[in-house]
């Protein structure tokens, strides 16, 4: 299986802040890669399908880049609504794996 | 508008069977393929399997391959996934989740179910 990385596993940030989160892939996934956005008690919710495309009305200061191996997830301008976790997932090859998730604390 | 409605949270005793259900309504069942995703407290993600209604063909990870059944009844757009045997392991919440399914892959997951809380206790 493909193992996901994602780092970091925590974060504290403030309203108002630019956070990056990094995933990594244990082999090279082209742009089959998710980011995925929980909260406590919700079913994740797909923000952004392959690597950097937003879905529809997501928010723009949501962004996401990479390919290959590395990818990253950009917040800027952290709103309150944004303090959540966040996962990364490869679709390349079968079966589909997450990382282990990063959590945005206030 | 697509929604997903599973059945109540279940407890179970080690051994036993659970099988929860999924119900898509919007009209597009028939054009994705759906997966079962479980997440244990506090733990991440885990992909388990999943079925592709129009193909009638599922696929199951590995690690559950002789425990767990994906079926779905299209009539009534409903996915089922059944696992046996039991253990404490396997207290999580179980989340359907809908996707394309392309290649022998199941693509990222637009539509999730609330989920249901399994637990595993004797």
């Known amino acids: 299986d493909i193992q996901m990385t994602q780092s970091p596993s925590s974060l504290s940030a403030s309203v108002g802040d630019r956070v990056t989160i990094t995933c990594r892939a244990s082999?090279?996934?082209?742009?089959?890669l998710s980011w995925y956005q929980q909260k406590p008690g919700r079913a994740p919710k797909l923000l952004i399908y392959?690597?950097?495309i937003l879905k529809t009305g997501v928010p723009a200061r949501f962004s996401g880049g990479g390919s290959g191996t590395e990818f990253t997830l950009t917040i800027a301008n952290l709103q309150p609504e944004d303090f959540a976790t966040y996962f990364c997932?490869?679709?390349?090859?079968?079966?589909?794996?997450f990382g282990r998730g990063t959590k945005v604390e206030i | 508008q697509v929604q997903l409605v599973q059945s109540g949270a279940e407890v179970k005793k080690p051994g036993s069977s659970v099988r929860v259900s999924c119900q898509a309504s919007?009209?597009?069942?028939?054009?994705?393929?759906v997966s079962w995703v479980r997440q244990a407290p506090g733990q991440g993600l885990e992909w388990m399997g999943g079925?592709?209604?129009?193909?009638?063909?599922?696929h199951s990870r590995q690690k559950f391959q002789d425990r767990v059944t994906f079926t779905a009844d299209e009539s009534t757009t409903t996915a089922y996934m059944e696992l046996n045997n039991v253990s404490s392991e396997d207290t999580a919440v179980y989340f359907c989740?809908?996707?394309?399914?392309?290649?022998?892959?199941?693509?990222?997951?637009?539509?999730w179910g609330q989920g249901t809380l399994v637990t595993v206790s004797s």
């Open positions: 079925v592709i209604p129009s193909l009638t063909k599922t």
């Open positions: 989740a809908l996707g394309f399914y392309g290649s022998g892959l199941f693509l990222p997951f637009d539509y």
């Open positions: 082999q090279r996934i082209t742009t089959q």
């Open positions: 919007g009209g597009i069942f028939s054009k994705y393929a």
């Open positions: 997932q490869q679709t390349y090859r079968s079966p589909p794996t």
């Open positions: 392959p690597a950097s």
